[in-house]
């Protein structure tokens, strides 16, 4: 039986201002601005739509000083999505601009890596440094949808769907994972924080929010291993998605892209990389 092919769109809520040395361990020697995208990601085909990731709200948005631009739950809408008809949401990890938003979604059930909300609860949620990633009223919201039985937890990788399969790559949260799609052309790789931006994979540096470097950079690794190219991977956070990706429509401009056609330019690659030196 053929493998579905679904359409993917990436949802863009919200942006801040920020330089190059904010995203590269280590700094960078060429500072510069670097702004910085909130994204969340669907998922549609074979009668249902997938949301991954829940995005953060207006009142975070607030506290954490980020340019707000929609509720990410409500632009479901332009893409014809009810929120209420939505079962299921993957969490690629429990980070605040991941996992807020989740009591929109009351008939979803939640997909996460167990390990995300060990962490999460765990032992090293007493240091600020990570901890900071987090919502605290997140993580106990998480904890109750779990005593109502809408968490499904996963040790590693998983089908979640024909044609759509989560894939385990810790090291920036401890129980990171991100999501392959089948779609028109090709496996397109959902990598969420897994890189935030083209450059942080292309250049083996990685984001300095980091659990476990080693991880961080092995995750680079299965992100290219479950994709054809470079091409078929999408960060988490880089704004250069906007640009090389099409609008739905022409309404959608700036809003939302499609990613399940090929993006019209190269990003940032391994190659480049290896040229400059
Ligand atoms: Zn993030």
């Known amino acids: 039986m053929a493998i579905p092919e679904y359409e993917v769109f990436a949802i863009r809520y919200a942006t801040r201002d920020a330089g190059r040395r904010d995203h590269f361990i280590g700094g960078d020697p060429h500072d510069a601005p670097m702004p910085m995208d909130y994204f969340l990601w669907v998922i549609r085909g ?11 709200n207006a009142e975070v948005a607030a506290k954490r000083k980020r340019t707000f631009l929609r509720c990410p739950v409500e632009a479901l809408a332009l893409l014809n999505i009810d929120a209420a008809d939505v079962r299921d949401v993957v969490l ?3 980070h605040y601009d991941h ?9 979803a059930r939640f997909h996460l890596q167990e390990r995300e909300i060990h962490y999460a609860t765990g032992r090293y949620m007493r240091f600020p440094r990570l901890s900071h990633s987090f919502e605290v009223e997140d ?12 968490v499904l937890f996963y040790a590693g ?17 401890d129980g990171l994972q991100f999501v392959r799609v089948n779609t028109a052309r090709g496996p397109v790789v959902l990598a ?11 250049s083996g540096r990685p984001f300095p929010t980091a659990f476990h470097v080693g991880e961080m950079l092995e995750g680079f690794e299965k992100l290219l291993a479950a994709a054809p190219d470079e091409s078929h991977i999408v960060p988490g956070h880089d704004p250069l998605v906007m640009q ?11 809003i939302i892209v ?20």
């Open 46 to 56: 074979e009668g249902r739509a997938i949301v991954v990731d829940t995005g953060f």
């Open 99 to 107: 996992a807020g938003n989740f009591d929109r979604f009351p008939n």
């Open 192 to 202: 969420s924080d897994v890189s935030h931006f083209y450059e942080n994979m292309a």
């Open 258 to 277: 499609r990613l399940d056609v090929p993006p019209s330019g190269p990003a940032p690659s391994r190659a480049d990389q290896s040229s400059r030196h």
């Open 244 to 254: 090389l990706y099409p609008a739905p429509s022409p309404e959608l401009e700036n």
């Open 139 to 150: 993580i106990c919201g998480i904890v109750r949808l779990n005593y109502a039985q809408r």
């Open 92 to 94: 690629t990890h429990l």
């Open 157 to 173: 990788d998983a089908e979640l769907a024909p044609g759509i399969t989560l894939h385990a790559a810790a090291g920036h949260s």
